[in-house]
């Protein structure tokens, strides 16, 4: 027997105007486990097929490219032959009517030292809302290879720090994440870098900690790249003027609690600012473009089962992320350096 999904918001009460329903999945999600994956990104794909469109598509791969129903997971799709005319098709057909984000999982955790121990800490953070902070991790993140083996031990001492159950007392570890900033400082870094790693603060870090060990709700999980990465999807289909309802596979990250603030923070921050309240067809000021989220079991959905192929695709071929095939189908909000320095 399966277990009852868990998680979910429901349908808002008040739903304003246009409303677009899409289905999501991830690939590459491994929890807090960001440093020690055998993948460096998570991708989150998310489509706005009905259940018939999802269908007709998963049977054109089963009929007309004889694939079998478990060869529809990315890595066994992939390795059969005649892949590439199949993929050609299946991201061709997906073109106008799907969304992928991708994370690059270090720069997540760069973004995530900038928002939580340089500003406010909030639900909005690692996002576009988020946008004027992005410069000082971009910095940061591009002075990686400067820093040689002592870039992963400072990126490794900061999980340490946020996470919830910390391997050494929480005092031992604020002094390992301060060694490891000044093991950095000795790098030739460049001066932006240098700024973001001289604003790093014993105060500030130890009222965040006592924040989260008290178990503020308000500061989002550190370790979670999949909120910030739904609220992409959401502001990506909403584009300011529609609600969005979701359809998810099933994630452990996504509890009621962290959907409703992350719906609240929505409405606060991605909606249009007062001033184009008047704007045809936008959505009022303070209304959430997330309308609500369903959790499913992608097994029993093809319209999630279309979009967790996709994820798997952009997330295991690196090389097609900026092609002409699914290039037009990348979020340009990624959270990655689109520049590709360092």
């Known amino acids: 027997m399966r277990s009852p999904l868990q998680g979910g918001l429901p349908l808002m009460d008040a739903v304003v105007g246009a409303v677009v329903e899409v289905a999501c999945d991830e690939s590459g999600f491994s929890g807090t486990n960001l440093l020690r994956s055998t993948s460096p990104v998570i991708t989150h794909a998310s489509v706005d097929l009905g259940v018939g469109e999802a269908i007709g598509l998963v049977t054109t791969l089963r ?16 390795r059969r032959s005649g892949a590439g005319e199949a993929l050609a098709w299946f991201l061709t057909a997906l073109r106008g009517r799907a969304h992928v984000h991708l994370i ?3 720069f997540f955790l760069v973004t995530r030292i900038v928002d939580l121990l340089l500003t406010e800490p909030s639900y909005a953070a690692g996002t576009r809302l988020t946008g004027d902070h992005r410069p000082a991790a971009l910095a ?11 870039w992963g031990a400072f990126l490794a001492a900061f999980v340490d720090l946020v996470r919830l159950k910390r391997r050494h007392p929480v005092r031992r570890t604020v002094e390992r994440f301060f ?7 000795r790098h030739e870094l460049g001066a932006p870098a240098v700024a973001v790693l001289d604003g790093l ?7 965040v900690l006592t924040r989260i060990d008290n178990d503020d709700r308000s500061i989002p999980p550190p370790l979670e790249p999949l909120l910030p990465a739904l609220a ?24 009621a609690d962290r959907l409703t603030r992350l719906q609240q923070a929505l409405a606060n921050d991605g909606g249009p600012s007062a001033a184009d309240v008047d704007l045809a067809g936008a959505l009022p000021y303070g209304v959430s473009p997330l ?38 189908l990348l979020s340009p909000t990624s959270l990655r350096d689109h520049d590709q320095q360092g």
């Open 179 to 185: 060694e490891a900033r000044e093991a950095l400082l």
């Open 232 to 255: 992409e999807t959401v502001l990506s289909w909403s584009g300011g003027r529609r609600q969005v309802l979701v359809t998810h596979d099933e994630q452990s990250a996504l509890t």
């Open 140 to 150: 940061l993140y591009r002075a990686r290879h400067s820093a040689g083996a002592d």
């Open 63 to 78: 009929s007309g490219f004889r694939f079998s129903p478990r060869e529809l997971k990315s890595g066994q799709f992939l």
């Open 104 to 106: 690059d999982k270090e």
């Open 291 to 328: 309308a609500g989220l369903v959790m499913v079991d992608s097994r029993d959905d093809p319209r999630v089962q279309v979009a967790d192929l996709l994820a798997g695709v952009a997330r295991r071929l690196p090389g097609i992320v900026d092609d002409a095939l699914l290039g037009p």
């Open 201 to 207: 603060h014993p105060t500030q870090v130890w009222a």
